[in-house]
């Protein structure tokens, strides 16, 4: 069972002031391909896995944000760990009908 938790907003810094969209759907593919278990909200997308391989995944995101133009990015991170499981499921079943 995963062991966290992780919200990412990124806040690319675009070439010209360019439309951040893109570059967030280009972080979301990024998330998509990793297989991890995710959920996209309108200002952010929480990711479910073990702590081991999200950060890794962060540091990539950042990167290809990098890669693509912007002169910096600012990741905002949230983390819930829980070594004995965490599951977006089990914070949010009340929630669901």
Do not use: W
């Amino acid at each position: 069972m995963a062991n966290s938790l992780v919200s990412i907003q990124i806040l690319p810094k675009t070439k010209g002031g360019e439309d951040v969209i893109p570059y967030v759907d280009h972080a979301i593919s990024i998330i998509d391909a990793s297989g991890l278990k995710y959920e996209v909200h309108p200002l952010e997308t929480t990711i479910e896995g073990d702590l081991t391989e999200i950060l890794p995944l962060i540091e990539k995101i950042n990167e290809a944000m990098v890669e693509r133009g912007c002169k910096n990015v600012i990741s905002q991170i949230k983390i819930f760990y829980q070594p004995q499981g965490a599951s977006m499921d089990q914070l949010t079943e009340k929630y669901r009908s």
